[in-house]
């Protein structure tokens, strides 16, 4: 996750408050993780020994995913669907939960709307899209030209390539935008929506000075006119969510897009790659 070189680096510099003023407090990154229960405590009452599980640590406090070994609580965790592999449930919990929590919650989001998904190719942007999909809803991608057959593949009904076009300009308008990637002003997601249309900006690793426009000027559109545009803030991966998204990867309605598989011992090489920005979908550790 993007989570893991932001905590490497400590950017935005105000994330230091949480990561680490001059030096990271977490040796160990990784957030999410898959595999089989080697041991339980006492008042676990959820899991025994042997089951195979996914989740994410990060929302109770802590990383430290990149490893042969975690320890957690039950409360992060979920039995994992038997047609899953550990590599596809690894890359699930933070990626999707953001991204259902933008679209369901914050969004909003009904059956027949039309969405488009801004940041289409990525890690959140392909199980946005599919997840918008399984709402019953009218999908458009933007994403990157290579990407656009990828994007097509896991659902979307319409792409943009946006090396050609920009979405806020063409005269197209949306029920709802989900933002993977913050790479834009308030004023061209105003521009984009519908009337009574609700923008989502989940991302601003690209260009993080935008946030500033989205939660003050967003404000600003949403309490003096019919559009509401917002950040999403900090997702808050939890069991129910977890168990959602396992729903849906049991239906077959969301399969994880998986870029690169990288070692345990490639771990640094594996941050530099989701560093650059490029990644298509999920990069997966497998130990």
């Known amino acids: 996750n993007p ?11 105000f994330g230091r408050l949480a990561m680490g003023l001059l030096k990271p407090k977490r040796k160990i990154l990784g957030a999410d993780l ?16 042997g089951d195979e599980i996914f989740g994410s640590i990060f929302s109770y406090g802590y990383v430290g995913a990149f490893a042969e070994y975690v320890c957690v609580t039950e409360k992060a965790l979920v039995l994992k669907p038997a047609g899953t592999t550990f590599e ?28 488009l998904i801004n940041g289409a190719s990525g890690g959140v942007g392909t199980f946005a899209v599919q997840i918008a999909k399984s709402f019953g809803t009218e999908v458009t991608g933007v994403c990157s030209t290579r990407n656009l057959d990828m994007v097509r593949s896991i659902g979307a009904d319409h792409v943009i390539d946006y090396t050609q076009e920009d979405f806020t300009k063409n005269g197209q308008t949306y029920d709802l935008i989900y933002c993977a990637v913050g790479n834009r002003s308030a004023a061209d997601y105003k521009r984009a929506l519908n009337p009574k249309g609700i923008c989502v900006v989940a991302g601003f690793t690209t260009m993080p000075h935008l946030l500033f426009q989205v939660v003050f000027l967003g404000a600003w559109v949403s309490m003096t006119g019919s559009k509401t545009i917002g950040a999403m803030g900090t997702v808050k991966v939890n069991k129910e ?8 990867l049991e239906d077959g309605k969301v399969v994880p897009v998986i870029d690169r598989h ?5 771990v640094a090489e594996a941050i ?14 497998t130990v």
């Open 241 to 248: 969510d977890l168990g959602f998204m396992g729903d849906l």
């Open 88 to 115: 596809e449930a690894a890359a699930v919990p933070v990626a999707a939960v953001t991204a259902l929590q933008g679209l369901r919650d914050k969004g909003q989001i009904q059956p027949g709307q039309k969405v």
């Open 262 to 266: 990288y070692t345990l011992g490639e």
């Open 34 to 49: 898959a595999g089989r229960v080697e041991a339980v405590g006492g008042n676990v009452k959820q899991f025994q020994t």
């Open 272 to 285: 530099r790659y989701l560093e650059k920005g490029h990644a298509r979908g999920k990069v997966v550790i």
């Open 3 to 13: 989570l893991d070189w932001h905590f490497l680096r400590a950017t935005p510099f």
